[in-house]
């Protein structure tokens, strides 16, 4: 049974989101931020729509938590994204100093973990691979679909 506060409850909120972008021909990224078992912040990959090379989702979600708790600092809350963050994003990540960042699939080019230093928070717990398979086969349907 899935619990209310599980990490794969939380990773289906932001697949939602990243079926919202799918949904606006922006490559279909979402994320949610969690503090204390509460979604405070939703976001989706806004790059298109926005005509903005940093509205990725995990940026956009940054912004709205810092702006809901009132603190540029979110060390008690989570951060779920489908894909792995990109280098720019894990930088925003460092400085947010989020508690937790879980993410879905990986990014093999240009994901965070290809750099050899690592550059999210010491005291940030990374978990990875919650939901892969569903947000890979999501990235994969966008980009046949972008081809064609």
Same mark, same amino acid.
């Given at each position: 049974?899935?619990?209310?506060?599980?990490?794969?409850?939380?990773? =289906? @909120?932001? &697949? !939602?989101?990243?079926?919202? /972008?799918?949904?606006?021909?922006?490559?279909?990224?979402?994320?949610?931020?969690?503090? =204390?078992? !509460?979604?405070?912040?939703? /976001?989706? *990959?806004?790059?298109?729509?926005?005509? #903005?090379?940093? /509205?990725?989702? @995990?940026?956009?979600?940054?912004?709205? /938590?810092?702006? &809901?708790?009132?603190?540029? &600092?979110?060390?008690?809350? #989570?951060? &779920?994204?489908?894909?792995?963050?990109?280098?720019?994003?894990?930088?925003?990540?460092?400085? +947010?100093?989020?508690?937790?960042?879980?993410?879905? +699939?990986?990014?093999?080019?240009?994901?965070?973990? *290809?750099?050899?230093?690592?550059?999210?928070?010491?005291?940030?717990?990374?978990? !990875?691979?919650?939901?892969?398979? @569903?947000?890979?086969?999501?990235?994969?349907?966008?980009?046949?679909?972008?081809?064609?």
């Amino acid at each position: 049974m899935l619990s209310v506060f599980s990490d794969e409850h939380f990773m =289906k @909120e932001a &697949y !939602k989101e990243a079926l919202h /972008a799918f949904e606006k021909n922006e490559i279909p990224v979402g994320a949610v931020v969690v503090c =204390k078992n !509460k979604i405070i912040a939703r /976001a989706h *990959n806004q790059t298109e729509t926005l005509n #903005d090379v940093t /509205a990725h989702a @995990e940026m956009i979600a940054v912004t709205s /938590a810092s702006n &809901y708790l009132g603190s540029k &600092y979110l060390p008690e809350c #989570d951060l &779920y994204i489908t894909l792995e963050p990109c280098v720019m994003c894990a930088g925003a990540l460092f400085w +947010a100093q989020f508690r937790r960042v879980i993410y879905g +699939a990986a990014d093999i080019k240009r994901g965070f973990s *290809n750099i050899e230093q690592r550059i999210l928070h010491p005291k940030t717990e990374i978990v !990875k691979g919650i939901m892969a398979a @569903e947000s890979e086969e999501l990235m994969h349907r966008f980009f046949d679909k972008l081809r064609s």
